[in-house]
C-alpha cells in the first residue's frame, strides 16, 4: 500500500509563473489535507478537501491559491503568479475518514525565484 | 503563545539517555498528534492520543495528555542518534479536519 504521493519533489518558478503541486492520497483514503510550511516554522493548515468539494479553505490565501480534488485524479494546488514569498514546502495529508490519523507525503519544495 | 507550542525549541542529549518534549495548546481538541520530520524530509506520523486518553504507549514513546492543563508530552526512552530530528504536536479541534501545529522541538542525539 504505497503511501501518500508527492509531485514533483522539488519546483522552481520565476515570479509570475503558475505553479501546480499534485497529490495523491493513499488507497482508500477520500479526505486530503493541504499544508505549508515556512523554514524553520511548523506547517500551517491551508485547505481540506474531499472527492469533489472543498470542506474548509480557511487557511488558503485570498487571491492566487485554489485547491481541488476532482473524482477521478490527484488532488491539485494551484499558485497562480507566484512571487517569492510562495517559497515554501507543501505537503499533503490524507485520511481514511474525518478525525482520524493524517498521513503526509514527502512535500513539494517550491523555489520562487 | 500560539495552538501547539513545543516545549523546549531545542535539546540535545546523549545516545541512551530519555528525552521529554511538552507541548501545550489553547482550545479543546479531539485528539492530539505527534510526529517527527528528518532535516528537509516529510512527516512521519508518531502517535495519537484522544481527548479522553491519558497516556499512550508505542515502542520507545510514551505520550501523556493532561486536558485540564492543555498540555501534553512526548518521551523517548534510550535515545538513539537516529532519533535526531524535530518532533511537532499537532491538535484536531472537535469537528476533525485541519491540524495546528506548534513550531517543534529541534532533537539533538549525540553519540
Known amino acids: 500500500n504505497a503511501g501518500v504521493m508527492q509531485n514533483p519533489r522539488h519546483l522552481v518558478r520565476r515570479r509570475g509563473q503558475e505553479a501546480r503541486l499534485r497529490c495523491s492520497p493513499m488507497?482508500?483514503?477520500?479526505?486530503v489535507y493541504w499544508y505549508r510550511q515556512l523554514p524553520e516554522e511548523g506547517l500551517k493548515f491551508m485547505v481540506y478537501?474531499?472527492?469533489?468539494?472543498?470542506?474548509?479553505e480557511s487557511g488558503m490565501p485570498k487571491e492566487r491559491f485554489s485547491a481541488e480534488f476532482p473524482k477521478e485524479g490527484p488532488s491539485i494546488l494551484r499558485i497562480q503568479q507566484v512571487v517569492r514569498g510562495d517559497s515554501a514546502a507543501y505537503f499533503c495529508?490524507?485520511?481514511?475518514?474525518?478525525?482520524?490519523?493524517?498521513?503526509f507525503g514527502p512535500g513539494t519544495r517550491l523555489l520562487v525565484l | 503563545s500560539q495552538q501547539g507550542e513545543e516545549d523546549p525549541q531545542a535539546l540535545s542529549i546523549q545516545e541512551g539517555e530519555n528525552a521529554t518534549m511538552n507541548c501545550s495548546y489553547k482550545t479543546s481538541i479531539n485528539n492530539l498528534q505527534w510526529y517527527r520530520q528528518n532535516s528537509g524530509r516529510g512527516l512521519v506520523h508518531l502517535i495519537l492520543i484522544r481527548s479522553n486518553e491519558r497516556e499512550k504507549h508505542s515502542g520507545r514513546l510514551r505520550v501523556t495528555l493532561d486536558t485540564s492543563k492543555k498540555s501534553s508530552s512526548l518521551l523517548i526512552t534510550a535515545s538513539r542518534a537516529a532519533d535526531t530530528a524535530s518532533y511537532f504536536c499537532a491538535t484536531e479541534p472537535g469537528g476533525g479536519n485541519k491540524l495546528t501545529f506548534g513550531t517543534g522541538t529541534q532533537l539533538k542525539v549525540e553519540l
Open positions: 495529508a490524507s485520511s481514511p475518514t474525518r478525525g482520524e490519523t493524517q498521513y
Open positions: 488507497k482508500g483514503h477520500s479526505h
Open positions: 478537501l474531499q472527492k469533489e468539494n472543498i470542506i474548509d
